[in-house]
């Protein structure tokens, strides 16, 4: 079987690695068509050793389409979506426009591959938000062995969940504040280079972000709405790779070295825990990668059950592209969904 696949905001950050991952797995393809905004017909990207050109999403016709990407932002996919939907077409959203639609799967293949059977009501499976989905590949294993009661995490994102926009702001200011030219923010609220910035999206009435927001209630949704669950979430000035330093408090006892065992034998996760300087990993050393790493497994002695950990991923492979390519193989492999013509 072959499906034809279209993905919507071939030309960002996103789209990009999507088309990358798409080749890098062999996802089987009768077609590969790259769509964006009509301001970037004709805009080149590559597909495996193949160059594509983009075609315009207003425009173009899913009808015999089988699979949509779409990273395109929440205001571009909460209008498209379900008009693809409606031609038939899986789209599978990396925006939080349909996240917390009751309609619609919220899914992380290694945690609840089984929600994505819940497509078929509008045709639409969400991704979910990118520091939300390394963390709950993390929870998901312990959280099957000893029942997590409560989550305290802090947040270190990269500068690329911001877009490319943010890619460019921390390489320009990096750039004024080594030859001395003024340093502007634009993208961000405050200045990036050689500096933290605790605010990610717009504050909410309570105080909180609406990042931090997400991480809440897509945790609940995914794994367990019985999961109590704050965040801080932070910018920081690395341009690939979000980290999250984790405390879980856990119903049943559970040991440091019984979580780095079941954690070594999860889907999705890579365990790099050795208790020497460099014993860990970094977001340098994640960026490019498709694990969610874990390091600095440890006991939480201020609280009965209690471990933490530290957590990274490529934000823009598992936290966004590499997210949405697996959901695109559940369907394939749990033969949810058909191609509408068969390859020639």
């Not at 071939?10 to 690695?17: C, F, I, L, S, Y």
């Not at 062999?26 to 983009?54: H, M, N, Q, W, Y």
């Not at 931090?212 to 704050?230: A, F, G, N, S």
Request: charge should be neutral.
């Amino acid at each position: 079987m072959a499906y034809k696949v279209a993905v919507v905001g071939a030309t960002g950050n996103v789209g990009r690695e999507m088309l990358d991952i798409l080749a890098e797995r062999r996802f089987p393809v009768s077609e590969v068509v790259a769509l964006a905004s009509s301001r970037s017909i004709g805009t080149e990207v590559s597909f495996g050793d193949r160059t594509l050109k983009c075609k315009a999403l207003d425009s173009y016709d899913f009808s015999d389409v089988d699979i949509c990407l779409m990273s395109a932002g929440g205001a571009v996919a909460k209008e498209w979506a379900p008009r693809i939907g409606a031609q038939g077409c899986v789209v599978i959203d990396n925006s939080s426009a349909w996240r917390m639609d009751p309609d619609v799967p919220l899914v992380v293949p290694e945690v609840n591959a089984g929600a994505a059977a819940g497509f078929a009501k509008k045709n639409i499976i969400a991704n979910p938000n990118c520091s939300t989905a390394q963390l709950v590949v993390a929870l998901k294993p312990l959280h099957d062995a000893a029942k997590i009661r409560r989550v305290v995490v802090s947040t270190y994102q990269s500068v690329s969940g911001a877009g490319k926009e943010g890619m460019d702001e921390l390489f320009a200011q990096t750039r004024s504040v080594f030859v001395s030219d003024p340093v502007e923010a634009k993208k961000f609220p405050r200045r990036i280079a050689f500096n933290l910035i605790p605010q990610i999206d717009v504050f909410m009435e309570d105080g909180f972000t609406k990042e931090e927001w997400k991480m809440v209630v897509e945790t609940k949704k995914i794994l367990d709405p019985k999961i109590k669950l704050v965040a801080t979430c932070v910018r920081v000035p690395v341009f690939i790779g979000h980290s999250e330093a984790v405390n879980i408090e856990f119903e049943k006892p559970i040991s440091a070295d019984e979580a780095r065992d079941i954690l070594r034998e999860a889907p999705g996760v890579l365990v790099i825990d050795k208790h020497e300087p460099g014993g860990y990993i970094t977001p340098h050393e994640a960026a490019g990668e498709d694990a969610t790493y874990v390091s600095r497994i440890r006991t939480d002695p201020t609280v009965d059950n209690g471990l933490v950990l530290w957590c990274v991923s490529d934000n823009l492979r598992k936290g966004a592209a590499l997210n949405a390519v697996q959901i695109a193989e559940v369907l394939m492999n749990r033969k949810l969904l058909a191609p509408k013509k068969k390859a020639a």
